[in-house]
């Protein structure tokens, strides 16, 4: 069986093969309209790509990559412009930034606080010729960003982003989960609690709250743990929810929740061990629990990014995935070395 060319194709659509060649890499140069002509008649006809043409095209475009060191943005929104460069946001960038650099590209922080709206900031990028954008984590813990996303290719570091659904390089928050369930049962805690913020594990779509529930199914040992999912991180709370749950252990994502069980004057770890599932940006080893692989994380980010331009894969897209990168468990002074005795002295 003859294999179909891209000339055959343009043979049956009356159009170059250029045209053929440029709709097949979903490059802005042709009309969407002709994109998708050329793709389904491409599939018609049964055409196949050449991997090793393709190898070859894709070496041309990252030399010229490479020529014109092609810029990235690092999209913020944060309350100042520097404003991210103080929390564990920056190690994100220092991970995108050394593998951007290895691809050829530059890496720069876009603040859309220079602008009146992001139509306006839209339309900047584009005008500098910046078609690849990285979302650094939005202040304020999630939310929505209204750029003209038909003109980018984008990629999301974090959840925060939950408009518009982007490719998303993200923290891995079910085995971060497991691990911590693993090594605390391994420890001989019995009695554990999850406190996560309802609006944190709904942020993660549910991968904290599954994740732990799955764990006590599989261990018959930790019946007597519970899930607390929509506690709020206050002291009043926060007392109330131990005076009735009474643990062992405590697990949390944050650092509100500790805050709170010292001015209520408990004890970590002599009367309540707690546990972290995203350790503090600058912890010194207070906090026992998950560090991020933040730099692997933004790595991964910009690795996918650069897959996207290679092949002009720009706008909104179909099917969003979400690239996850596993944390690593870190001992801290909060955990102790056994389980506390039971909670119910303090008043």
Known sequence: M??????DIAKALKVSPMTVSLALRNSPEVSEMTRQNVKSKAAEMGYQ?????SALNNWRRRKTINEEHTTLAFITNWETEDHWKKSYVRHFFEGAT???????????????????????ASRVLHARGIRGLLIAPLFGESGGLDLDWSKFSAVAVGPTLTRPRLHRAIHDYASGTQDVVEKLREMGFRKLALGAPYRIDEMTEFRISGAFLNALHRYPELAGSQL???????????????????????????????????QL???????????????????????AGISYAAKEIGSVAAAKLDSLLQVNELG??????????????????????RPGAAIGSQQ
């Open 228 to 262: 607390i999912g929509r506690v709020e991180e206050t002291a009043d709370n926060v007392q109330n929810w131990l005076q009735e749950v009474k643990p062992e252990v405590v697990i949390t994502i944050g650092d509100v929740f500790p805050e709170a069980l010292r």
């Open 316 to 337: 909104l897209p179909a099917h969003p995935v979400d690239l996850t990168v596993r944390g690593f468990w870190t001992p801290g002074r909060s955990l102790g070395t």
């Open 265 to 287: 004057g408990w004890k970590i770890p002599e009367e309540i061990a707690h546990v972290s599932l995203r350790i503090p940006y600058g912890d010194q080893n207070e906090t």
């Open 98 to 120: 050394e593998t951007a650099a290895q691809r050829g590209y530059k890496l720069e922080p876009f603040w859309l606080g220079n602008y009146d709206n992001q139509e306006q």
């Open 2 to 7: 003859t294999k179909v060319s891209q000339r």
């Open 49 to 53: 790509a050449d991997p090793g043409l």
